[in-house]
T-cell receptor, first 110, second 114 residues
Framework: SQTIHQWPATLVQPVGSPLSLECTVE??????LYWYRQAAGRGLQLLFY??????ISSEVPQNLSASRPQDRQFILSSKKLLLSDSGFYLC?????????FGQGTRLTVV | GNSVTQMEGPVTLSEEAFLTINCTYT??????LFWYVQYPGEGLQLLLK???ADDKGSNKGFEATYRKETTSFHLEKGSVQVSDSAVYFC?????????????WGAGTKLIIKP
């Protein structure tokens, strides 16, 4: 079965600092990978998805970017964080039988 | 377009009460339907699913039946526990979508009081 690893679990960063969140997948090859953001008490906002190495689709224009350097690695980045980037970030792998999520990263921008 | 609508929360119940969380969908084809649960501070976990009309998904005492005639997939549990307190998400996946992308409802927060 597939396992999604996300790190770090929590992160506090100052405004204007860079960001790198990493997600790796075990147990499946050539997965479709997703980054979501969840504001406090809100639903899921799709940020990026990738169907293969180097292939990134952006759903929401903002100061975040994503990269997929390896088949099972998906990275979310920012050059300069904004206060509005605070939230709970979730990586997911989507398969025909459903989506499977990592444990999430709680990002607080101060 | 395809979409999922869930009842707004929070839903507050006493322990051992009967639970229903409503979910309806709009889809141009034949979706698979899912319920996910998110406990505080965690990622989402697949709770149950159904892939065709009249299928019933079940897990951990929760059930949902795929009703094509009413385009619904309501989540039910006969007797809730405090440990069921969480946010519940309904979602659909369109058949033939090679991205296997899920379309999500807004989530319903469930609070169970002892």
């Amino acid at each position: 079965s597939q396992t999604i690893h996300q790190w770090p679990a929590t992160l506090v960063q100052p405004v204007g600092s860079p960001l790198s969140l990493e997600c790796t997948v075990e147990g499946t090859s050539n997965p479709n990978l997703y980054w979501y953001r969840q504001a406090a008490g809100r639903g899921l906002q799709l940020l990026f998805y990738s169907v293969g190495i180097g292939q990134i689709s952006s759903e929401v224009p903002q100061n975040l970017s994503a990269s997929r350097p390896q088949d099972r690695q998906f990275i979310l980045s920012s050059k300069k964080l904004l206060l509005s980037d605070s939230g709970f970030y979730l990586c997911a792998c989507s398969l025909p039988r459903g989506a499977f999520f990592g444990q999430g990263t709680r990002l607080t921008v101060v | 377009g395809n979409s999922v609508t869930q009842m707004e929360g929070p839903v507050t119940l006493s322990e051992e009460a009967f639970l229903t969380i409503n979910c309806t969908y709009t889809a141009t084809g034949y979706p698979s339907l899912f319920w996910y649960v998110q406990y505080p501070g965690e990622g989402l976990q697949l709770l149950l699913k159904a892939t065709k009309a009249d299928d019933k998904g079940s897990n951990k005492g929760f059930e949902a039946t795929y009703r094509k005639e009413t385009t619904s997939f309501h989540l039910e549990k006969g007797s809730v526990q405090v440990s069921d307190s969480a946010v519940y998400f309904c979602a659909l996946m369109m058949a033939g979508d090679s991205n296997y992308q899920l379309i999500w409802g807004a989530g319903t927060k469930l609070i169970i009081k002892p």
